[in-house]
T-cell receptor
């Protein structure tokens, strides 16, 4: 079974500052993927960044980077130069890739989320 | 636009009723997933279809059912609705390990 833990129910950051959102995971899968999604108040789930368990480099997408520490089973999201529009709920999620290359990719398991508020 | 289309966006219905939520996956994606997001349960996986066949089941109630049609669109049927079924229902589709795209969701309110 897979489990995602996000220990920060809420985080506050000043505009233009960097913020780290924590995520730890537990899985028995050897191959897996880690995702971060943003959910603004409008409700849609917006993909931010992906890290494969065998990727040697930490993933980066613009202002988003994923601090992947496999031995610690952590996949923290770092948002640099925060903007007011970054205020939202953030979810960490993972999926097993046991059938990677095959025809079936697994479900996502989500954490409980972290509400980020960016102050001007 | 994520490419995954969900209709309707909002639905208000009474207890005991039945509703159907519809999802069209991103072009070329064969896998469709349904999720329920509620305040008390968070985001929960319900069911997965791949190319018309059921592949995995999660925390889906017996009152709920789904199917995927030959054109790959999927429908989630919710029957004998209860107040606790009020939630945001997401559909997602995928074609690769990291390609996992969500629709904008259907917000169901049971009154």
């Amino acid at each position: 079974a897979q489990k995602i833990t996000q220990t920060q129910p809420g985080m506050f950051v000043q505009e233009k500052e960097a913020v780290t959102l924590d995520c730890t995971y537990d899985t028995s899968d050897q191959s897996y993927g880690l995702f971060w999604y943003k959910q603004p108040s409008s409700g849609e789930m917006i993909f931010l960044i992906y890290q494969g368990s065998y990727d040697e480099q930490n993933a980066t997408e613009g202002r988003y980077s994923l601090n992947f520490q496999k031995a610690r089973k952590s996949a923290n999201l770092v948002i640099s130069a925060s903007q007011l529009g970054d205020s939202a709920m953030y979810f960490c999620a993972m999926r097993g890739l046991a059938n990677a290359g095959g025809t079936s990719y697994g479900k996502l398991t989500f954490g409980q989320g972290t509400i980020l508020t960016v102050h001007p | 636009d994520s490419g995954v289309t969900q209709t309707p966006k909002h639905l208000i219905t009474a207890t005991g009723q039945r509703v159907t939520l519809r999802c069209s996956p991103r072009s070329g994606d064969l896998s469709v997933y349904w999720y329920q997001q509620s305040l008390d349960q968070g985001l929960q996986f319900l069911i997965q279809y791949y190319n018309g066949e059921e592949r995995a089941k999660g925390n889906i109630l017996e009152r709920f059912s789904a199917q995927q049609f030959p054109d790959l669109h999927s429908e989630l049927n919710l029957s004998s609705l209860e107040l606790g079924d009020s939630a945001l229902y997401f559909c997602a589709s995928s074609r690769s390990a990291h390609g996992y795209t969500f629709g904008s969701g259907t917000r169901l309110t049971v009154v």
